[in-house]
T-cell receptor
Framework: KAGVTQTPRYLIKTRGQQVTLSCSPI?????VSWYQQTPGQGLQFLFE???????NKGNFPGRFSGRQFSNSRSEMNVSTLELGDSALYLC?????????????FGSGTRLTVV | AQRVTQPEKLLSVFKGAPVELKCNYS??????LFWYVQYSRQRLQLLLR??SRESIKGFTADLNKGETSFHLKKPFAQEEDSAMYYC????????????FGKGTKLTVNP
């Protein structure tokens, strides 16, 4: 079955702009999480959605937001982009909540802010 | 606060040698621990879950609650094991998230 699909793969934006990233989880997976990966900070949790509800949010400013649709697809939005937002943004899905399930990650969207 | 520490950024061994990647965690609850691996130009993949006590690609990891550790071990390293390895802790309580260590880059030399 298809894996976690993230679009677009690469994105270049200018400071001050806003961006929307998309994630299609594995069919049947209802939990979707987003992570930011940078060389300095590593992998940091952004937020998790389950059944269209945000269940947890990491320590990121309010410029970072997301949502999940009824088909479990998810989008994340970053407004007023800053240079420091340049990163690989990873989406991960799993069948349900509960620590028994490992996450399956997508290939990521590499965002460059210039 | 939850924290995962991987003390070695880089680890280099020779093919056939044993390898141990260290992971220590800090979490007041009952942890669920994972090892993820990222091969060159590939996506992050789940390698092991402590709950399943499995062996994948010859790797094993045992949760030691007393030492708060979850070290990854393989008795005989192979060149194809060269990759970035991340230890991760899953919090509980209905709104789980993964807390990752900074990763260890393993290089297995011929």
């Amino acid at each position: 079955k298809a894996g976690v699909t993230q679009t677009p793969r690469y994105l270049i934006k200018t400071r001050g702009q806003q961006v929307t990233l998309s994630c299609s989880p594995i069919s049947g997976h209802r939990s979707v999480s987003w992570y930011q990966q940078t060389p300095g900070q590593g992998l940091q949790f952004l937020f998790e959605y389950f059944s269209e509800t945000q269940r947890n949010k990491g320590n990121f400013p309010g410029r970072f937001s997301g949502r999940q649709f009824s088909n479990s697809r998810s989008e994340m939005n970053v407004s007023t982009l800053e240079l420091g937002d340049s990163a690989l943004y990873l989406c991960a899905s799993r069948p349900s909540t509960g620590g028994l399930w490992g996450y399956t990650f997508g290939s990521g969207t590499r965002l460059t802010v210039v | 606060a939850q924290r995962v520490t991987q003390p070695e950024k880089l680890l280099s061994v020779f093919k056939g040698a044993p390898v141990e990647l260290k992971c220590n965690y800090s979490y007041s609850g009952s942890p669920e621990l994972f090892w993820y691996v990222q091969y060159s130009r590939q996506r992050l993949q789940l390698l092991l879950r402590h709950i399943s006590r499995e062996s994948i690609k010859g790797f094993t990891a045992d949760l030691n609650k007393g030492e708060t550790s979850f070290h990854l071990k393989k008795p005989f390293a192979q060149e194809e094991d060269s990759a970035m390895y991340y230890c991760a802790l899953s919090t509980q309580g209905g709104s789980e998230k993964l807390v990752f260590g900074k990763g260890t880059k393993l290089t297995v030399n011929p």
